[in-house]
């Protein structure tokens, strides 16, 4: 038996939420530029939990842009999917169906434009939803009277001129724009896209007054790790369970945070799905999210890849089931980079609240997120993420940070690579992992010749924001902890750490 609306009657809902019949006839309130597994697992989820609690009793008009693979599953479904939530919350083990209902039509941006654009002529679509990946949001040449227009702000800006018409212009009529493509400040550059775009394409200077003045983009920050389809074995066995078949189930994580920034009354009552669930915020700036992820979720995960590897764990769950890597790990969020995030808008208690989090996400058993993954871009991961830490610890302190400088030391060991013609190889515990890093060349040369090989990586301003070696103590503690994880290994430096309560 397939998911369908026509089916629901028949599953027992015992081990699935199975969504009210008047639900699936309200009426269509968004449009959303996208399918993707992020989307379904963030936004789409937020409004179905909404609608399920009568408070945003609205649905999505999803627009596909390409006519490839997908809207054909979402018609045999009526739009209905699976969402499995799957791993840690506070410290609990969370496993939750439910059938999501929040979709009424998915539509391809090839075949259907003519209907995309009548949608515009619906007084309740107010919010735009887009996830076009990182690329999406780019300046084109299009022209707004293609069928359709290539690009995602072209499309937008046909809808939104479409609308313009429709509705003479009026302040009603404007929307509100959030896209959640992972980007810095993503809506100021849409707009500034959409209005460069509008004046290319000669448009009226009446709408580029009604798209500046009456409808609003709301910079995002989304996060929620959503993997996707699950493993055939497991998707079987989860059907067996429920009763069903579903071409369109994925999975998420418990954790789910969507900022959006916005100080607008007018903003907070159309989003009224922000009222359905603490991992939606609406706040003035979305500036101490960003900087938790970036710091405590990302900057973790840099710092501590390079031990996790050394120590031979392959996966991020792997690693925190090890005891003295897991103290390693909360010591470092808790000890060093919270304590170099307070400020005006964060405080201490932000930090380890949001690092608690982080302990329960990379905890997911149901995750295979693979260390190797995370060397990707190691050096300007490091750079980014974990720099400014260093330099907030000495303003502070004036000492090294004890964890910081133990996991930069285990990324220098694992980038003294070898060449395999073209390509670089780092080697640990016996086993070979390719390297793409931008720096991999500069750093092959400086150990070759390994009694300089620290001084030239911690000073080189092609590496990092300044010359490291500046910092009173941490060429010394680098060298330390290099000798250490090559002569003892990483877990054992890792346990004298805690022996040393410095964990």
Same mark, same amino acid.
């Given at each position: 038996?397939?998911?369908?609306?026509?089916?629901? $009657?028949?599953?027992?809902?015992?081990?699935?939420?199975?969504p009210?019949?008047?639900?699936?006839?309200?009426?269509?309130?968004?449009?959303?530029?996208?399918?993707?597994?992020?989307?379904?697992? *963030?936004?789409?989820?937020?409004?179905? $939990?909404?609608?399920?609690?009568?408070?945003?009793?609205?649905?999505?008009?999803?627009? %596909?842009?390409?006519?490839?693979?997908?809207?054909?599953?979402?018609?045999?479904?009526?739009n209905?999917?699976?969402?499995?939530?799957k791993?840690?919350?506070?410290? !609990?083990?969370?496993?939750?169906?439910?059938? /999501?209902?929040s979709?009424?039509?998915?539509?391809s941006?090839?075949?259907?434009?003519?209907?995309?654009?009548?949608?515009?002529?619906?007084?309740?679509?107010?919010?735009?939803?887009?996830n076009?990946?990182?690329?999406?949001?780019?300046?084109?040449?299009?022209?707004?009277?293609?069928?359709?227009?290539? #690009?995602?702000?072209?499309?937008?800006l &046909?809808?939104?001129?479409?609308?313009?018409?429709?509705?003479?212009?009026?302040a009603?009529?404007?929307? !509100?724009? !959030?896209?959640?493509?992972?980007?810095?400040?993503?809506?100021?550059?849409?707009?500034?896209?959409?209005? %460069?775009?509008?004046?290319?394409?000669?448009?009226?200077?009446?709408?580029?007054?009604?798209?500046?003045?009456e409808n609003?983009?709301?910079?995002?920050?989304?996060?929620?790790?959503?993997?996707?389809?699950?493993?055939?074995?497991?998707?079987?066995?989860?059907? &067996?369970?429920?009763?069903?078949?579903?071409?369109?189930?994925?999975?998420?994580?418990?954790?789910?945070?969507? +900022?959006?920034?916005?100080? #607008?009354?007018?903003?907070?009552?159309? *989003?009224?799905?922000?009222?359905?669930? $603490?991992?939606?915020?609406i !706040?003035?700036?979305?500036?101490?999210?960003?900087?938790?992820?970036?710091?405590? *979720?990302?900057?973790?995960?840099?710092?501590?890849?390079g031990?996790?590897i050394?120590?031979?764990?392959?996966?991020?769950?792997?690693?925190? +089931?090890?005891?003295?890597?897991?103290?390693?790990?909360?010591?470092?969020?808790?000890?060093?980079?919270?304590?170099?995030?307070?400020?005006?808008?964060?405080?201490?208690?932000?930090?380890?609240?949001?690092?608690?989090?982080?302990?329960?996400?990379?905890? /997911?058993?149901?995750?295979?997120?693979?260390?190797?993954?995370?060397?990707?871009?190691?050096?300007?991961?490091?750079?980014?993420? @974990?720099?400014?830490?260093?330099?907030?610890?000495?303003?502070? %302190?004036?000492?090294?940070?004890?964890?910081?400088?133990?996991?930069?030391?285990?990324?220098?060991i694992?980038?003294?690579?070898?060449?395999?013609?073209?390509?670089?190889?780092?080697? &640990?515990?016996?086993? $070979?992992?390719?390297?793409?890093?931008?720096?991999?060349?500069?750093?092959? %040369?400086?150990?070759?010749?390994?009694?300089?090989?620290i001084?030239?990586?911690?000073?080189?301003?092609?590496?990092?924001?300044?010359?490291?070696? @500046?910092?009173?103590?941490?060429?010394q503690?680098?060298k @330390? /902890?290099?000798?250490?994880?090559?002569?003892?290994?990483?877990?054992?430096?890792?346990?004298?750490?805690?022996?040393?309560?410095?964990?």
């Open positions: 038996m397939i998911l369908s609306k026509e089916n629901l $009657k028949n599953i027992s809902g015992v081990s699935v939420k199975i009210a019949a008047e639900l699936l006839e309200l009426p269509e309130k968004v449009i959303q530029f996208g399918t993707g597994v992020l989307l379904r697992g *963030l936004p789409d989820y937020f409004i179905d $939990k909404a609608n399920k609690k009568s408070i945003f009793n609205g649905r999505i008009l999803v627009v %596909k842009s390409t006519s490839q693979g997908g809207a054909d599953a979402f018609s045999k479904q009526d209905l999917y699976t969402l499995c939530v791993g840690i919350e506070n410290g !609990v083990n969370i496993e939750e169906n439910t059938i /999501n209902s979709i009424s039509r998915v539509l941006a090839s075949q259907d434009w003519t209907e995309i654009l009548m949608a515009a002529h619906n007084p309740a679509m107010q919010v735009v939803i887009s076009t990946t990182e690329v999406g949001i780019v300046m084109s040449e299009d022209k707004i009277t293609d069928n359709p227009p290539q #690009s995602y702000p072209g499309k937008l &046909a809808f939104l001129h479409e609308r313009f018409k429709a509705f003479n212009g009026s009603e009529s404007g929307m !509100v724009i !959030v896209p959640t493509e992972l980007i810095s400040d993503n809506a100021d550059k849409l707009k500034e896209i959409l209005l %460069k775009l509008s004046i290319q394409n000669k448009l009226s200077w009446d709408f580029e007054q009604w798209l500046k003045t609003h983009f709301c910079k995002t920050l989304v996060d929620r790790i959503v993997p996707g389809k699950l493993p055939i074995e497991k998707q079987k066995a989860i059907e &067996a369970q429920l009763g069903y078949t579903d071409e369109l189930m994925i999975m998420a994580e418990p954790f789910r945070l969507w +900022a959006i920034e916005s100080s #607008s009354e007018k903003v907070k009552e159309i *989003l009224s799905f922000e009222k359905a669930d $603490k991992g939606i915020l !706040v003035p700036s979305i500036n101490k999210f960003k900087e938790l992820k970036l710091r405590l *979720l990302n900057g973790t995960h840099t710092l501590s890849c031990l996790a050394l120590s031979g764990f392959n996966t991020v769950k792997e690693a925190m +089931a090890d005891e003295v890597f897991a103290k390693y790990v909360s010591a470092l969020m808790q000890q060093e980079i919270a304590n170099s995030l307070e400020n005006d808008e964060i405080t201490y208690k932000d930090a380890v609240d949001f690092s608690l989090s982080v302990i329960d996400r990379f905890s /997911n058993p149901f995750l295979e997120h693979q260390w190797q993954a995370i060397t990707l871009n190691f050096t300007s991961k490091m750079q980014m993420r @974990n720099m400014p830490l260093i330099r907030k610890y000495y303003s502070q %302190k004036n000492q090294v940070p004890p964890l910081i400088a133990l996991g930069l030391a285990a990324y220098i694992f980038m003294n690579t070898t060449k395999d013609g073209e390509n670089y190889v780092a080697s &640990a515990n016996g086993k $070979k992992y390719p390297v793409q890093d931008e720096f991999a060349e500069i750093l092959y %040369k400086y150990w070759q010749n390994p009694e300089t090989a001084d030239n990586i911690l000073g080189d301003r092609r590496l990092w924001d300044k010359n490291l070696n @500046n910092y009173p103590g941490f060429n503690a680098i @330390n /902890n290099v000798v250490l994880l090559q002569s003892i290994g990483a877990k054992e430096t890792m346990t004298n750490l805690h022996t040393e309560r410095i964990i």
